[in-house]
């Protein structure tokens, strides 16, 4: 498959998601499909609705930005570097950089494997004093003697 094809499949996967259409979504991977994030492994089409259904859910409004290298398609494998946002409140946003890294085959993708950091998500969205006191706690113990 050429690269030119694979930028194509991928920027038609981005719009979908982008744009929440599971249906269109689902209709760009194999069936045996992995979709590896921080929240966990996610096997056959299946599965991964399940993890579209949720993720649909607590993005909305989601836009994506490319950032950094944006897509590089290499062989049968795309990577693509952006910057997500989305709503968490009527007035407030949050978002982090994410890396996906995609291995496609007979023109269908078949394994998405998600980088980010849940972290930087937990320091945006603690409110009340107990969560930012967790998480600082958490951030605190990560960073001990990096800035001393």
């Known amino acids: 498959m ?12 981005r719009e979908a998601y982008v744009s929440k259409n599971i249906e269109k979504m689902l209709s ?10 921080a929240m ?25 930005r490319d950032i950094g290298s944006g897509l590089v ?4 494998r795309g990577f693509a570097e952006v910057a997500t946002e989305w709503m968490i409140s009527d007035h407030e946003k949050v978002g ?15 394994q998405v494997r998600v980088y980010y950091d849940r972290l930087s998500i937990a320091k945006q969205v603690a409110k ?17 003697g990096l800035n001393t």
């Open 2 to 13: 050429s690269e030119e094809k694979i930028v194509g499949i991928l920027g038609e996967f």
């Open 28 to 37: 760009f991977l194999t069936e045996d499909v992995v979709w590896v994030t």
């Open 40 to 64: 966990g492994t996610f096997r056959g089409k299946n599965d991964v609705k399940r993890y579209f259904d949720w993720d649909a859910k607590v993005t909305p409004g989601l836009s994506l």
């Open 73 to 76: 398609v290499k062989g049968n």
């Open 96 to 110: 982090m950089p994410v890396m996906f890294a995609f291995d496609l085959n007979n023109d269908k993708i078949q």
């Open 128 to 144: 009340g004093g107990m969560e930012k006191m967790a998480v600082d706690g958490i951030v605190n113990a990560m960073e001990k």
